[in-house]
């Protein structure tokens, strides 16, 4: 069982904005940076967020982060078809951060 | 750029162990002081960390595989290894490997990552 709690599924229109939250702990998210990564079926998880709110070069606009305290939340907004696929948050955990968590993932769909 | 290919048996038979190697190419494996990092996730399910080690060979290891699991650096060949022994079907998953940025002892973010590769336990 993931340590990182993230909603199993969220769901909205095109067009409309899908947040996605990753809850965890000071021995985690409140001491470390979050990173998020997307996922399509079949594929290779992509990174999509660094360093809590950070987007690598050739990632949309559309896609935000934010961390407070031991909670992260990713939010996409505009939501296109193609944003259709898993969501995953992803930390350091532990006294000394040597460990890594990934959160159980979310599933977003268009509806 | 640099890339990642894991390679290794698709297919390990119960209580035997498990032995994959990432090859890192495009970069040397010592360069940034990176966490090399291994992953895997069951069919229809989440992503699990299974541990990481850098170029001088420190590793960590999940508490829920550790003591089942070895990760080790080849340095002259740019290569990380993995091996996780007394499989069971339970270990079955696509592995990736993955680099991971430091901050301290700690990892920023993973990336970027290997194909990943197939493992199937079944006799």
């Known amino acids: 069982q993931s340590v990182l709690t993230q909603p199993p599924s969220v769901s909205a229109a095109p067009g409309q904005k899908v947040t996605i939250s990753c809850s965890g702990s000071?021995?985690?998210?409140?001491?470390?940076?979050v990173s998020w990564y997307q996922q399509f079926p079949g594929t290779v998880p992509k990174l999509l967020i660094y360093?809590?709110?950070k987007r690598p070069s050739g990632i949309s606009d559309r896609f935000s982060a934010s961390k407070s305290g031991t909670s992260a939340t990713l939010v996409i907004a505009g939501l296109q078809a193609g944003d259709e696929a898993d969501y995953y948050c992803?930390?350091?955990?532990?006294?000394?951060?040597?460990?890594?968590?990934f959160g159980g993932g979310t599933k977003v769909t268009v509806l | 750029q640099v890339q990642l290919q894991e390679s290794g048996p698709g297919l390990v038979k119960p209580s035997q162990t498990l032995s994959l190697t990432c090859t890192v190419s495009?970069?040397?494996?010592?360069?940034?002081?990176?966490?090399w990092s291994w992953i895997r996730q069951p069919a229809g399910k989440g992503l699990e960390w299974i541990g990481r080690?850098?170029?001088?060979?420190?590793?960590k290891y999940s508490p829920s595989l550790k003591g089942r699991v070895t990760i080790s650096v080849d340095t002259s060949n740019h290569q990380f290894s993995l091996k996780l022994n007394s499989v069971t079907a339970a270990d079955t998953a696509v592995y990736y490997c993955?680099?991971?940025?430091?901050?301290?002892?700690?990892?920023?973010?993973?990336?970027?990552w290997g194909q990943g590769i197939l493992v199937t336990v079944s006799s």
């Open positions: 495009g970069d040397s494996i010592t360069s940034g002081s990176y966490y």
């Open positions: 992803g930390a350091s955990d532990g006294s000394l951060s040597t460990n890594w968590l």
């Open positions: 360093d809590n709110n």
């Open positions: 993955a680099r991971g940025r430091p901050y301290g002892s700690g990892t920023r973010s993973l990336d970027p």
């Open positions: 080690i850098n170029y001088s060979g420190a590793a």
């Open positions: 000071s021995s985690n998210i409140g001491n470390n940076f």
